[in-house]
């Protein structure tokens, strides 16, 4: 709220001491001013570019994964399961160099694929738990009940595990966009060129040495909040119906 009120003052105003709370006159002149002076339209491209294919891509992977610990004995499981857990115990800034040489050496840097890649491979461990816990409270009788009648293994994550874990993918959905949509640090070190940058990166511009300018970075961040704030009041029921029922029945 405090954010959204600042993007509305002038920028006489916000600079005045004592500090006024509330804008005499409001006014949108920081918002024209980021979207006509600014590549902030390019930063929020590369953001959704970025969030969607990272979605795609790491959901994906973790359903399968998730249906694979859930549904399969097979050697290794249980330590395979807490490496995917322990991956998400080490400091991000541990793989900023490591990272930065393999998307050097793959030729990907700056580019909205070096990032699709960075999220994807942080968010699958979280989301594969996440979702695994969700599967586990599926009755495996629905599984024998589809193969009875014809479903393969693929048939029965497809007909039957999908559509009966919806609130469970949709928990894990939201995670992963949120998770890439304000992602920093490795869009910071793998995106130097303005055409790659994502919106956080752009934030961090309007932020100098010697000045801040907070009409651009309050109403570019109320602009970033907006996709997060319309997504979860639209799906609020099914995240906390997934997030709840993968952790109490797992």
């Not at 956080?200 to 961040?221: C, K, N, Q, S």
């Amino acid at each position: 709220m405090w954010m959204f009120i600042t993007s509305l003052k002038s920028p006489e105003e916000l600079y005045t001491f004592p500090l006024k709370y509330f804008p005499s006159k409001p006014t949108f002149e920081g918002y024209k001013l980021l979207l006509q002076t600014t590549p902030f339209l390019i930063y929020m491209k590369n953001s959704i570019i970025v969030a969607v294919f990272t979605v795609i891509i790491a959901l994906f992977v973790a359903i399968l994964a998730s249906y694979s610990f859930s549904r399969f004995e097979f050697k290794g499981k249980t330590p395979l399961s807490f490496i995917f857990l322990i991956t998400q115990m080490f400091p991000a800034i541990l793989l900023a160099i490591p990272l930065f040489l393999v998307m050097r050496n793959i030729g990907v840097l700056n580019s909205p694929f070096s990032l699709i890649l960075a999220h994807s491979t942080f968010a699958v461990p979280f989301s594969t738990w996440m979702i695994t816990g969700f599967l586990n409270s599926i009755p495996k009788e629905l599984d024998e009940a589809a193969q009875i009648d014809g479903c393969n293994k693929l048939g029965v994550l497809r007909y039957v595990i999908i559509p009966v874990a919806a609130p469970g993918l949709i928990a894990a959905t939201i995670y992963i966009f949120i998770y890439s949509w304000n992602e920093f640090l490795y869009a910071l070190t793998f995106t130097s060129d303005i055409r790659a940058r994502t919106i956080p990166v752009g934030l961090h511009t309007f932020m100098g040495e010697y000045i801040i300018r907070w009409d651009l970075l309050t109403a570019g961040g109320v602009i970033t909040g907006l996709p997060v704030i319309i997504i979860f009041m639209f799906i609020q029921k099914y995240l906390i119906k997934g997030l709840t029922e993968g952790a109490i029945k797992g």
